[in-house]
């Protein structure tokens, strides 16, 4: 699985995605210091410092869970 980080601040969130196996592919993070810090960490994402820059779709779909309960669900996908 993978994900992208929006107002990543240093990547504290990320780094949990990260431990349990989810990828970071991308952050955005306004503040410089913080970009600088989410490079060491993450260099193999795409980093962004303006929101405005990421593009994203969200798509809407329910699931059935356990019982035949209709659970409502989304998926993000981004063209950045």
Sequence with gaps: MKHG???AGIGGF???FERAG???IW???IDEYCRKVLARHFPHAQRFSD????RLTVKLFC???E???K???FQITSAV
Aim: a negative charge; glycine letters at 12%; charged letters at 20%.
């Design 63 to 65: 699931s059935t869970g």
């Design 27 to 29: 952050q955005v993070e």
């Design 22 to 24: 989810i990828e970071t």
């Design 51 to 54: 929101i405005r820059e990421v």
């Design 71 to 73: 659970a409502p669900a």
């Design 67 to 69: 019982y035949g309960a």
């Design 5 to 7: 980080s929006l107002f």
């Design 14 to 16: 990320d780094l949990g």
